[in-house]
């Protein structure tokens, strides 16, 4: 398949990975438990932005404020709208990472591991491949948390469980969010 | 922000494409093919190519120094300079008037004055400092996938031109859809994914 294609016509999947993720996040207390792998710990922060995808005019809202305050993305939701990106804190181990993560393009902002000695400070040539390699360690870490939360999405998204459990959760608790 | 930030931007590619002879060699020649320099041609940019990712001002890497483990650590740094429009234009204004008192014109031609714009826009640009930005990339040879640190669409766009001209080797953006072509090994799963449309959430 052509990439501009890809863009075009499957873009969804990221914003419907990230909407799926904030649901399982919110009725799992943040605790995923990815089957026959790990559990990740997965917080939505305070920066949300929701997209209409398939209307021909794109219609986005951009939320940024305290947690609570993201409940007007659930009124967004009703609206048919899916997350285009998100603050998220995920904890795969006893460490903290801190990212926007993007719907389309599978991207990470504002990524924030947890921290290495910076090699500026680092007093010798050896010194600063370490902390090269510490810091490329823990952003693979989290790139890899993340990786593992999709997969476990994709492997749901193709399978009949997807329509049967997972699509009618999703809109009973869009439903009765309240907002 | 670079990758030693505490803070990172960071997009994944797929590096798709052969290199000829032994891969580390061919990394090091297009390394120093894409060096960091002054570029010939007109345009903002007047230099780009790589530099070590941990110093902005080398482009020499020596003893291979980009090269960690399985990975090719680099930055890709552009240097431009954008004539600021109404110095452009005070400029402009003068040199039709001395054009004009030179010669027995009474205005310039369209073309003649487009040239002549080309003309002391480059020759303005030796005077002002460019803007110089530096983007860190991670290049994991094993997994043959690149990090790459900006986000920005202009950006990325240099950065995928270069690492072309550079290396030969095209980049392809790892978004939702080819990190599930990637993970989902059984025919009948990738035909599933093929076929995938989008879900509504409203009921």
């Known amino acids: 398949m052509d990439f501009l294609d890809i863009l075009r016509e499957k873009a969804f999947l990221g914003r419907e990975f990230l909407t799926w993720l904030w649901f399982k996040s919110d009725q799992l207390g943040g605790l995923i438990e990815i089957p026959g792998k790990r559990t990740i710990e997965v917080i939505f922060l305070d920066q949300m932005t929701l997209d209409l995808s398939d209307s021909e005019s794109p219609q986005t809202v951009a939320l940024k404020g305290e947690q609570s305050e993201l409940r007007e993305g659930m009124a967004a939701l009703k609206e048919g709208k899916k997350i285009e990106e998100a603050r998220i804190r995920i904890r795969p181990s006893d460490e903290d990472f801190t990212m926007v993560l993007k719907g389309t393009w599978f991207a990470f902002g504002s990524f924030r591991t947890p921290p290495v000695l910076p090699p500026q400070d680092a007093e010798s040539e050896q010194d600063a491949e370490g902390a090269f390699l510490e810091k490329t360690y823990l952003i693979e870490q989290g790139m890899d948390a993340v990786d593992d939360l999709f997969e476990y999405f994709l492997k749901l998204r193709i399978s009949d469980q997807w329509e049967l459990q997972e699509v009618s959760g999703i809109r009973n608790w869009i439903e009765n969010s309240g907002a | ?203």
């Open chain 2, 1 to 203: 922000m670079g990758f030693a930030s505490r803070s990172v931007s960071i997009i994944r590619y797929r590096v798709r494409g052969e290199m000829e002879g032994s891969f580390w060699d061919a990394v090091d020649s297009g390394i120093k093919k894409g060096a960091f320099r002054n570029t010939e041609t007109a345009g903002d940019i007047v230099a780009a190519g790589w530099v070590a990712i941990e110093d902005f001002t080398d482009n020499a890497f020596a003893g291979a120094s980009y090269h960690r483990a399985n990975y090719a650590a680099l930055a890709l740094r552009i240097d431009s300079v954008k004539v600021p429009p109404r110095i452009l234009e005070i400029h402009l204004k003068s040199e039709t008037k001395k054009l004009l008192e030179q010669g027995d014109q009474k205005r310039l031609s369209s073309g003649q004055r487009r040239d002549l714009k080309e003309r002391l826009r480059e020759t303005l640009k030796s005077r002002i400092f460019p803007s110089i930005q530096v983007y860190d990339l991670m290049w994991d040879t094993l997994k043959e996938t690149v990090y790459f640190g900006s986000l920005g669409v202009k950006a990325r766009e240099r950065f995928e031109d270069h690492f072309k001209k550079s290396f030969g080797l095209t980049l392809r953006p790892i978004v939702p859809y080819i990190r599930a072509e990637d993970l989902l090994k059984d025919e009948s799963e990738k035909r599933a994914l093929e076929n995938l449309k989008p879900s509504s959430f409203v009921a």
